[in-house]
């Protein structure tokens, strides 16, 4: 099993950046995949980014294509989400989640372990 916290939420206007982190105990995060998700006010939760335990495969939303990456630092059991060009539709709770094994899903049923969420809020 593993725990996930996130952090470095916080409130930017329009154009601006936020990087998101997802420290993990528990457990190794070298052998789970990483994935972020986030839910809207009256909206379902959506994928947003996901990445392999390896790092070597990302997965993005075609929303947020372009202007978030998503990253690992397995020796730090760490995951990290960068945003930028940050717009009022991004405004949500941004969740991380993982699974073990290492495959790249968008499914949210399938991620096992889940933070507890983080605030952005991205005003005009």
């Known amino acids: 099993q593993v725990q996930l916290v996130e952090s470095g939420g916080g409130s930017v206007q329009t154009g601006g950046s936020l990087r998101l982190s997802c420290a993990a105990s528990g457990d190794t995060i070298s052998i789970y995949t990483v994935a972020w998700f986030r839910q809207a006010p009256g909206k379902e939760r959506e994928f947003v980014a996901a990445i392999s335990s390896s790092g070597r495969a990302t997965n993005y939303a075609d929303s947020v294509k372009g202007r978030f990456t998503i990253s690992r630092d397995n020796a730090r059991d760490t995951g990290y989400l960068q945003m930028n060009s940050l717009k009022p539709e991004d405004t949500a709770v941004y969740f991380c989640?993982?699974?073990?094994?290492?495959?790249?899903?968008?499914?949210?049923?399938?991620?096992?372990?889940w933070g507890r969420g983080a605030q952005v809020t991205v005003s005009s």
């Open positions: 989640a993982a699974k073990r094994l290492g495959a790249v899903v968008r499914s949210l049923s399938v991620y096992n372990y």
